[in-house]
């Protein structure tokens, strides 16, 4: 009996050179040892979108067969923000059924403690070993809140420098989801805490935040945004205020530290606290009264509820725990000071941002500005 040999059309020779080479770009994409090491890559809690390939497998997002009829770099699905969110489409980071994940929002037993690897840090953890798991997420507000033009301008604004498919801002603007240079979330840029903040000038170990918010950034960003890295930069504004710094020395904290960024923002969006109201400027709403808060600039009101949820008051009210260290009370001078006060904050520590060295709450005046008290 003879046997025949199966002949190969040019079009299936083309079809096998572009399933290797797809296979090649993705195992260099998700290769130099990190992917198997991710939350996405990880055998163990990995990504399961289908029972068909293993979890945490590069054929869950990617298909191995069908390759001209599938979507670029043989997805299941377009790459949009939908990979990643739309349940009917096999998204993971769709909406739980509370609205965001089960660990939401950050708390403050959630950060990392002294003698973990990043202290201060908000991970959902036991005893500082983090728990693994999608409903462990306490930054993610779910897809509903991302969403929404009002309070989640990186998903809406046409600065984005990263789009997806549809034109939204997309999640690879700080996600890699091959994984990347951060410990953190998948983050595709050096983030960490508080406790690698004091002595670097530059504060790069807040570049993910920083690179895009400042004068390198997008240039139609406005100035409130635009600003925000100069704030930060000791060489620039070398008072101890600048970052938003503290001078406690206690907890996580070392004299001089200037905040995090994700002590007073949600780079997600918000619900607002206890979900009583979205806030605007991707405020939090990890902490009570941070609620309802779309115009700290000018209205008196909502900003004494968002500087007292970390501020304890000349009467002793607002305030609480934060990277560890309580706040002590503030003065009684000026009057302003107490908890029921008509005075809006910034009218003394500053709401200008029309410069580098310019004082708001960034960079806030240790002092009354222009010596009003």
Not at 166 to 184: I, K, L, Q, R, T
Request: include cysteine; hydrophobic fraction near 30%.
């Amino acid at each position: 009996m003879t046997m025949s040999k199966r002949r190969t059309t040019p079009l299936t020779r083309a079809a096998l050179l572009c399933l290797l080479l797809l296979m090649i770009s993705i195992a260099v994409r998700a290769g130099h040892g990190l992917y198997r090491t991710t939350a996405h890559g990880s055998p163990v809690t990995g990504v399961y979108r289908t029972s068909e390939y293993p979890r945490g497998s590069c054929a869950q997002c990617h298909s191995t067969h069908d390759v001209i009829g599938s979507f670029p770099f043989a997805l299941f699905r377009e790459n949009s923000n939908d990979l990643c969110m739309t349940a009917s489409q096999g998204g993971c980071h769709a909406d739980q059924p509370a609205g965001a994940t089960s660990g939401y929002p950050a708390q403050e037993a959630d950060r990392m403690p002294l003698g973990s690897a990043d202290p201060g840090y908000f991970e959902y953890n036991n005893g500082g070993i983090r728990l693994p798991g999608l409903s462990n997420l306490v930054r993610w507000p779910g897809q509903q809140v991302w969403e929404d033009v009002l309070h989640s301008p990186h998903r809406a604004s046409p600065n984005m420098p990263i789009k997806d498919a549809f034109g939204y801002g997309a999640c690879d603007n700080c996600h890699d989801v091959h994984g990347g240079p951060s410990a953190h979330d998948m983050l595709d840029t050096t983030y960490s805490g508080i406790t690698k903040a004091t002595l670097d000038p530059l504060a790069t170990n807040l570049m993910l935040c920083l690179s895009c918010h400042s004068r390198n950034g997008p240039v139609s960003m406005n100035d409130s945004s635009k600003y925000i890295a100069d704030y930060y930069d000791r060489t620039l504004n070398p008072g101890e205020a600048s970052g938003h710094g503290v001078s406690d020395g206690t907890g996580y904290v070392s004299s001089g530290s200037r905040l995090p960024c994700y002590d007073c923002h949600n780079a997600h969006g918000s619900q607002g606290y206890g979900k009583l109201g979205a806030n605007g400027f991707l405020l939090s709403d990890q902490r009570p009264g941070w609620y309802g808060l779309t115009d700290i600039r000018n209205d008196n009101t909502q900003v004494r509820r968002f500087c007292f949820g970390c501020h304890v008051s000349s009467d002793g009210q607002g305030g609480g725990q934060i990277e560890g260290m309580t706040l002590a009370q503030l003065p009684a001078t000026p009057a302003a000071h107490a908890y029921v006060h008509p005075k809006h904050c910034y009218d003394c520590h500053g709401r200008d941002y029309s410069s580098s060295t310019s004082h708001n709450v960034h960079n806030p005046s240790p002092d009354p500005v222009g010596g009003q008290p």
